[in-house]
């Protein structure tokens, strides 16, 4: 599964809602699709969009908070997941598209690609609903029960390891 195409299945579900991206290839892609300005795609900061989609659906529980996250990302940042599921907003979804790499800075291998199980651990880590979806009918199902769910879900995606040719400068970056 690409995640390009991934996305465009699941963006009817993500145009008006609070996304919450990591940088890099995911960013670009979504932005190409069709940026929302209720979509925020955090720059540099590595890891850490969970950490922020938890503190805006903590915050703004009338609203449903979709974190797009990478497997680098959350391998990063793993307590993250402890975090969330100890506070358990039912208002967010994290979705992770596990590439098994480091794409946006070269392709370098992650853990995933020698065995690490990113929802093994979300299970390990308590987080309520852990799914893992890696087909487009899969991710599209998996998506659309996660947010009537009303339940802290992660899902865990496989994605090909491929990205758009060029996204170093996308509009998104200035200022
Ligand atoms: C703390 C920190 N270390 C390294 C980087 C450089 N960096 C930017 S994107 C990226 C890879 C992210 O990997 P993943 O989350 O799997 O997303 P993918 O690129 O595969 O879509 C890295 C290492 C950074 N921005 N911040
Ligand atoms: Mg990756």
Do not use: C, W
Not at 111 to 138: F, H, K, Y
């Amino acid at each position: 599964m690409l995640r390009a195409d991934a996305l465009q299945v699941i963006y009817p579900e993500l145009k008006d809602r609070i996304v919450v991206t990591i940088m890099g290839a995911v960013a670009a892609e979504l932005y190409t699709i069709g940026h929302r300005p209720n979509f925020f795609y955090l720059e540099h900061a590595m890891g850490l969009a969970s950490s922020m989609g938890l503190g805006i659906a903590l915050a703004m529980p009338q609203h449903k908070v979709i974190v797009i996250d990478g497997d680098g990302s959350l391998l990063m940042n793993l307590g993250t997941l402890s975090t969330m599921a100890r506070y358990k907003p039912g208002n967010l979804l994290h979705l992770v598209f596990d590439n098994e790499s480091l794409l946006s800075v070269g392709g370098f291998p992650t853990a995933t690609s020698t065995g690490t199980d990113l929802a093994g651990i979300a299970r390990a880590s308590g987080v309520p609903s852990v799914m893992e979806a890696n087909t487009l009918a899969s991710l599209q199902q998996s998506v659309k029960d996660a947010l009537a769910s009303n339940t802290l879900t992660t899902i865990i995606s496989k994605v090909e390891a491929v990205g758009p040719k060029t996204f170093q400068h996308p509009p998104y970056y200035q200022a």
